[in-house]
């Protein structure tokens, strides 16, 4: 059994900072690229960052220059860094893996974490 729980979310005043984290847990074998989606009430899940386990990122446009993702692979553990949140950054915060366990390759999503930044 392989679990994924995200913590740090909660509510921000607008041009203050959260961290997330995501602690991936379980018969992990290997764990592969890991990313934050959000969705926002009405919208699509849309993806916020991604890290490959070598360290490799990729920001979505709206969020580059404000938010930093990070990992550390000895604690199966992803962050994300937000800086100068915005109204529009209020959204449920979903941590998602591709990671191996004793059987095979999957894709695995955390329960989500709710981030409300107040205008």
């Known amino acids: 059994q392989v679990q994924l729980v995200e913590s740090g979310g909660g509510l921000v005043q607008a041009g203050g900072s959260l961290r997330l984290s995501c602690a991936a847990s379980?018969?992990?074998?290997?764990?592969?690229?890991m990313a934050w989606y959000r969705q926002a009430p009405g919208k699509q899940r849309e993806l916020v960052a991604g890290?490959?386990?070598?360290?490799?990122?990729n920001y979505a446009d709206s969020v580059k220059g404000r938010f930093s993702i990070s990992r550390d692979n000895a604690k199966n553990t992803m962050y994300l860094q937000m800086n100068s949140l915005k109204a529009e950054d209020t959204a449920v915060y979903y941590c998602?893996?591709?990671?191996?366990?004793?059987?095979?390759?999957?894709?695995?999503w955390g329960q989500g974490t709710q981030v409300t930044v107040s205008s």
């Open positions: 379980g018969r992990i074998v290997s764990i592969g690229t």
């Open positions: 890290i490959t386990n070598i360290g490799t990122t």
């Open positions: 998602n893996a591709r990671l191996q366990t004793i059987g095979a390759w999957g894709n695995y």
